[in-house]
């Protein structure tokens, strides 16, 4: 997401306390120790005066709950494409033949791996360009939570990527997959592939 008032300038941002908008450095002043556009700046400066500390919104991390049921309403999303391949791959290899036999062929073990391998892929690209979009998946908005720096910013590409990466490699392998999440009942509640990425999941109601 780019600088609020000049949209040519994506990187280096600061989200502004008060109105959560990412500006560039140029239109960001440090009032008490905290991060103000100029909008902002003038109510910043009237609390000041008035006695009150200078202060914006404060960002609370998403509870373990709330993140999963985030994952739940993505799952159901990237169900659909994946119900789409197995009909177009296991119709004409003839996975369905109500005449095959009992055992297991190599064709199965094939179908199997493409099947996961093709689900991976899906989850990884969803999130990856979800996430480079704004920070949230339709699971997140639907919750109302978002993807983060640890400093409350916009996540980068890079970061987003990153994170997609590492959770569904992470959740390919069930054991990893649920140490993954453990990680997150700590005081930051950041899982492995946050901590991969340098990220932190918030409540987002702006």
């Known amino acids: 997401m780019p600088c609020k008032n000049h949209p040519y300038i994506e990187d280096g941002l600061t989200r502004c306390v008060r109105c959560a908008d990412s500006f560039c450095p140029d239109c960001i002043v440090q009032i008490g120790g905290h991060p103000y556009c100029a909008a902002c700046k003038t109510e910043a400066m009237r609390d000041l005066r008035s006695g009150l500390p200078a202060m914006g919104r404060q960002l609370e991390l998403a509870t373990v709950g709330r993140r999963f049921l985030a994952l739940w309403v993505d799952g159901l999303i990237l169900v659909i494409p994946l119900f789409i391949l197995i009909f177009a791959l296991g119709i004409p290899s003839g996975m369905f033949d109500p005449d095959a036999t ?21 989850g990884i690209a969803y999130e990856g360009v979800m996430l ?16 983060v ?47 991969a990425a340098k990220t932190r999941v918030v409540n987002w109601s702006f």
Request: glycine content about 10%; hydrophobic content about 45%; overall charge positive.
């Open 102 to 122: 009992e055992d297991p062929s190599p064709v199965f073990f094939v179908f199997q791996g493409l099947l996961t391998l093709a689900y991976m892929g899906f």
């Open 149 to 195: 720096t640890p400093e409350g910013n916009d996540i980068t590409r890079g970061q987003a990527w990153t994170r997609a990466v590492v959770r569904q490699v992470l959740s390919a392998v069930p054991c990893l997959g649920l140490i993954d999440y453990l990680v997150a009942f700590g005081a930051e509640r950041a899982c492995i592939h946050d901590q």
């Open 132 to 147: 480079s979009s704004g920070g949230q998946t339709i699971g997140k908005k639907a919750l109302k939570i978002k993807v």
